[in-house]
């Protein structure tokens, strides 16, 4: 049970990511109908319009609900990747800490099963 509900609330957040998709979909299954029962033009078949005036009216629906939902609009959002180091000199001496760097190739290589598996390739 637990399982199919998962699914269920899966596919319906898919099925709200993709509604323009959805409204494709859904005109090509009911095509037939639509040209013959709610198509505008349904009374001019010189127009050959087979419905695609009632498709731009559900994309145009399907597109005002998008602009509706505070959550659906997409938002510019800037980061900073760089920064500059701003260093301010009072006059008084500065003092350098100096670390000692620890070179880890100069370390001897410790044996575990994985360097057995894991070598270069041989010449």
């Known amino acids: 049970m637990k399982k199919l509900f998962c699914i269920l609330l899966c596919f319906i957040i ?14 090509k299954i009911n ?5 013959a ?5 349904r009374s001019n078949p010189a127009m050959h319009c087979n419905g695609k005036c009632q498709l731009r009216k559900q994309l145009q629906r399907e597109e005002q609900q998008e602009q509706k939902n505070p959550y659906a609009q997409k938002e510019n959002k800037e980061v900073t990747l760089f920064c500059e180091q701003v260093v301010f000199s ?3 001496p500065s003092f350098d800490i100096t670390t000692e760097l620890t070179a880890f190739y100069l370390m001897k290589p410790t044996h575990s099963p994985a360097n057995s598996i894991f070598h270069p390739p041989l010449c």
Do not use: R
């Open 90 to 92: 009072s006059g008084e």
């Open 31 to 35: 095509q037939a109908y639509i040209a």
């Open 37 to 41: 029962n709610l198509c505008e033009n």
């Open 14 to 27: 898919l099925l709200q990511n993709f509604g323009t998709a959805v409204v494709f979909i859904s005109y």
